[in-house]
C-alpha cells in the first residue's frame, strides 16, 4: 500500500512493494500498479523522465503547478513543497435526484413488457433481446420472429430467461430471449409474450395484451462493409436544464436515424441514464431509448455513474457476450461487419496482471485483420483530454489508465479509442506516449483518441478547457451531439461529430492508411 501521511510539513509518502509492483494509491481510494519498482528520492530532479509509478511524465522539480498538491502521486516525490491550489469553482447545479440509498417507495414496472433493447449475439446470425415486466406478468417469456413483415407469418421461437435484483428497492422481472436463424444484414419483425410451462409456444395464442411487434436489422456479416455505427458516452434521461445540457435532443435524433436504418449498432462508452442510484431511473431512460435500441444492437461498457450498490442495476440489465459467449458487461468485445470493438471497464482494476487487460491483450492480438480491418477499444475515461479537470485530464488519464492500455492500443494497432466522462467533444491527432506521431490522418501508425462525453444529461454539457491546447489535440467543442462512424473501406472510415439538433455535422475526419498487418 502507499501510505501517506500528513506531517507539519506536508504529505509524506511511503510505498510498499509487492510483487515487484510499486502499489500507489489514488486520491479517490483506488489502488493502481505500476511495472516499475523504482522512484526517485525526494529532491531528484526527473524533468520529462518516464519514472514508473511516479508519473509518466514527472515534473521539474522547480515546475510544480497548483495542481500537484491535491494529487501529489502525479507529479515528483517533492509535490509537497507545491503551494495551496486555487478552490475549484463550483459546477452548475444539477436537479434534484433520489437518494442513492433504497427510495421511500420501492418500485419498477407495472406491468409489462418494457424497455426493449437488443445487443449483437455470438454471430451476426443471432440476436439477443431484454425487456422488462412486472413481476406479476410472469416469469416465462417467449420470443419470435418473422422475415416477411409485421403479421407475420412467426417463427423462431425461443424460450427466455428470467432474472432480478433488489439493490435500492427495484421491483421487477428482466427477462432475456435470443433470436436466431436472421438473415445478416436483413430486416426481420420481432415480438415477445409470456411464455407457456409447456416450452416455446410462441405469442399467437396470447390475446392480452397484445404483443407488441418490433422491426430491426440483423447484425451485417462479419468482415462486411461498409457499415456505420453511432457512438455516445454520459448520455441520461431526458431533464429539464435550462442551459440545453440535458440528452433529450440526442435520444430523439438517435431513435430518428436507427429507424431511418442509418446505423448498424449503437456503442454506449459508459455513463448510463445518471440513475444517481434510483433505481426507477434506469426504467424511465431504457423506456426513453427503446425506439432507437429495440430496432439495432446496443452495446454498452460500464462508467463510474453506474457504480450504485456495487453495479448491480448496469450488471443486471444488459447482455454483452464474453468469452465462450457468457455474458460480461465488464469487458467483452464482438464485430459489427469489418469493425472489431473491445470494451473494458475503467472502474475496476485495470492493472497489467488484471484478467480484463490480459483478456484485452489476448483479444487484440488475436483479430485478424483480413476479415476485421478496423479495431476500435472504448472504455469510460478517456487517456488523452484537455478539459479543465485537472485530476481527470492530467493525472488518472496519463498517469494511472495509460500505462497499462496504451502500450496494447500502440502495439495492436488500434485505429480509435473512444471516451466519455467528461462531458464535450475532443479529438486527438495520432498519439502515442503523449506525443502526436503525425499531422495528419494519412497512413496513421498510431491510435487516434476521441472523447464523445457530449450526448447530454442532467449534470449538463463541460465547456471549460485548458489554454493553450495541447499538441495533440486538434478540436474541441461543447455541443449535444453523437458520434457517426462510417467505415466505408478497409482502408477508409470517416468520423462525423453530428449535432442532436438539426443533424448538422460539428466536426469530420478522415483516417485513410493501409490495413495493418
Known sequence: LDVVVWTMS???????????????????????????ASCPPAGTNAS??????????????????????????????????????PPTPPRPPSPPHPSPTPPDHPGGPQAGPEQFHLSLGTDPSSMTV????????????????????????????????????????????????TLRELTPGHRFWYRCCQGSAAGATGCAAVTSPAAKVFDATAAPAKGA?????????DLGEMCNRTDGGCGNTTITALATAATAGKFAALVHAG????????????????????????????????GNHEHYYNFSGYRSRFSMLGEGGEINNLFHSFDV?????????????????????????????????????????FGHKPLYCSTDDYYDCQVNGPLHIAPSIEPLLHSNRVDLY????????????????????????????ATVHVVVGMAGCDEGLTPGFV??????????????????????????????????????????FTISRPVPV
Open 10 to 36: 506536508g504529505w509524506m509518502h511511503a510505498a510498499v512493494l509487492v510483487a515487484g509492483l510499486l502499489l500507489v494509491s489514488s486520491p479517490l481510494g483506488t489502488v493502481t500498479a505500476s511495472a516499475s
Open 48 to 85: 520529462c523522465a518516464q519514472v514508473g509509478g511516479c508519473g509518466r511524465w514527472c515534473k521539474d522539480v522547480c515546475a510544480c503547478d497548483a495542481g500537484c498538491s491535491r494529487y501529489p502521486e502525479g507529479c515528483c516525490w517533492d509535490a509537497k513543497a507545491c503551494p495551496t491550489p
Open 130 to 177: 431484454d425487456f422488462a415486466t412486472s413481476p406479476k406478468w410472469g416469469s416465462l417469456s417467449v420470443c419470435e420472429l418473422s422475415t416477411v413483415g409485421a403479421a407475420g407469418p412467426w417463427r423462431g421461437a425461443s424460450q427466455g430467461t428470467s432474472r432480478t435484483y433488489t439493490s435500492g428497492g427495484w421491483i421487477g422481472l428482466l427477462h432475456r430471449a
Open 225 to 233: 462493409l461498409p457499415v456505420t455505427i453511432a457512438a455516445v458516452a
Open 271 to 302: 455513463d448510463i441514464a445518471y440513475t444517481t442510484g434510483d433505481q426507477l431511473i434506469w426504467d424511465t431512460y431504457m423506456n426513453e431509448m427503446e425506439p432507437a435500441v429495440s430496432t439495432i444492437p446496443y452495446q454498452v461498457c460500464v
Open 337 to 377: 461487419g469489418g469493425v472489431h470493438f473491445a470494451a473494458f471497464s475503467t472502474e475496476h482494476d485495470f492493472s497489467p496482471e488484471s484478467a480484463q487487460v490480459q483478456w484485452l491483450a489476448k483479444d487484440l492480438a488475436a483479430v485478424d485483420r483480413t476479415v476485421t480491418p478496423w479495431v476500435v477499444v
Open 418 to 445: 473512444l471516451t466519455g466522462h467528461v462531458h464535450n467533444y475532443e479529438r486527438t491527432l495520432p498519439v502515442f506516449n503523449g506525443t502526436a506521431t503525425a499531422r495528419s490522418y494519412t497512413n496513421t501508425t
Open 467 to 508: 489554454s493553450p491546447s495541447p499538441a495533440w489535440s486538434v478540436k474541441r467543442e461543447s455541443q449535444l451531439g453523437y458520434a457517426s462512424l462510417e467505415f466505408a473501406t478497409p482502408t477508409e472510415m470517416t468520423f462525423n461529430y453530428v449535432l442532436s439538433d438539426g443533424g448538422g455535422i460539428a466536426d469530420s
